[in-house]
């Protein structure tokens, strides 16, 4: 259980920093390619952040093909968001209307799909390899 509040957590860090810097720069109400573009970093992102640490990994090309698939699965997310989600708008303090199907709220979703996925997959800790039975030897 621990494992997924951390997933959600770092998914939520990673996908509302991308979040906020859409909004930061007027993008509130974009979709398209900012969405894809903005999805696809985020699960670039959580595949380094989510599961083991890069400097603990067993070879260096596991958290490179985390960033590249999470890539892949945040733009195909994107997609999925943009031609399924309906098209409502919310009112955001200082912002105006935010559409659900906009790049902030599906890169949000994004991060936190991905990271608890990744966090579950990824997070455990490896244990000592099973021991087995020693065979008599004849």
Not at 77 to 106: I, K, Y
Request: charged share 15%.
């Amino acid at each position: 259980m621990l494992r997924v509040i951390v997933g959600l957590i770092k998914g939520a860090i990673v996908g509302g920093g991308v979040a906020f810097g859409l909004l930061k720069l007027g993008l509130a109400t974009a979709g398209g390619l900012w969405a894809y573009l903005a999805c696809a970093v985020v699960g670039a992102l959580v595949g380094v952040v989510a599961g083991r640490a890069p400097w603990k990994a067993d070879t260096i090309w596991t958290p490179i093909l985390k960033m590249v698939v999470g890539a892949g699965i945040g733009a195909g997310l994107a997609a999925l968001g943009l031609h399924f989600l309906p098209e409502r708008t919310f009112q955001v303090a200082n912002l105006g209307d935010v559409g659900l199907a906009s790049a902030p709220v599906l890169s949000i979703g994004v991060g936190l799909l991905y990271g608890l996925f990744v966090e579950v997959d990824d997070g455990g800790n490896k244990g000592e390899p099973e021991k087995k039975p020693k065979r008599l030897s004849k």
